[in-house]
T-cell receptor, first 109, second 115 residues
Framework: DAKTTQPPSMDCAEGRAANLPCNHS???????VYWYRQIHSQGPQYIIH???NNETNEMASLIITEDRKSSTLILPHATLRDTAVYYC??????????FGGGTRLMVKP | DAGVIQSPRHEVTEMGQEVTLRCKPI?????LFWYRQTMMRGLELLIY????????DSGMPEDRFSAKMPNASFSTLKIQPSEPRDSAVYFC?????????????FGPGTRLTVL
């Protein structure tokens, strides 16, 4: 009973923007969209989260559609070190993280 | 801060042996989580603590698994007896309450191999 749908894999050229989509058509009004990533052989790393508005931090931008049924994580200038599995997670603030399959992003030189 | 510290980083043991995994959360964090990651099942939450008290252990696979948090700076996950199907990477994570509640900080993991 997955709450999110992500493409299993994507490629991106180094230096280009990486745009990772996530569909969450059944999202409820108080559920947040979280993004984590997991670089090979490391623990997951928090990237960003949002509720309704677009968010930006030093790592990435999160664009959430007006109907909140989908979102896009943007890495503005992808580097080889951004190669990782990216997880989109939809949840209420007090609930636990539930990791799905994620998107395996390969940044190529 | 050194981040979440886990030990050992790698553990190889034989079926039937007791295994103890250790975790030191980030100082000041009052939530601690134990996860397990396998190729088949992905990343699963096993148990989490708040202020050293176990809150939800519904993810613990069976009675062979137990977790403790004797104080705010230390937690253990024990498997006794271990079985080959317990082979996985075990992650510990911690977070503070309030607005940072769900920005979990993960440790490097312990890769467990049970022969």
């Amino acid at each position: 009973d997955a709450k999110t749908t992500q493409p299993p894999s994507m490629d991106c050229a180094e230096g280009r923007a990486a745009n990772l989509p996530c569909n969450h058509s059944t999202i409820s009004g108080n559920e947040y969209v979280y993004w984590y990533r997991q670089i090979h052989s490391q623990g997951p790393q928090y990237i960003i989260h949002g509720l309704k508005n677009n968010e930006t931090n030093e790592m990435a931008s999160l664009i959430i559609t007006e109907d909140r049924k989908s979102s896009t994580l943007i890495l503005p200038h992808a580097t080889l070190r951004d190669t990782a599995v990216y997880y989109c997670i939809v949840k209420y603030a007090g609930n636990m993280l539930t990791f799905g399959g994620g998107t395996r992003l390969m940044v190529k030189p | 801060d050194a981040g979440v510290i886990q030990s050992p980083r790698h553990e190889v043991t034989e079926m039937g042996q007791e295994v103890t995994l250790r975790c030191k959360p980030i100082s000041g964090h009052d939530y601690l989580f134990w996860y397990r990651q396998t190729m088949m099942r992905g990343l699963e939450l096993l148990i989490y603590f708040n202020n050293n008290v176990p809150i939800d252990d519904s993810g613990m696979p069976e009675d062979r698994f137990s977790a403790k948090m004797p104080n705010a700076s230390f937690s253990t996950l024990k498997i006794q007896p271990s079985e080959p199907r317990d082979s996985a990477v075990y992650f510990c994570a911690s977070t503070g309450g309030g607005s940072s509640y769900n920005e979990q900080f993960f440790g490097p993991g312990t890769r467990l191999t049970v022969l």
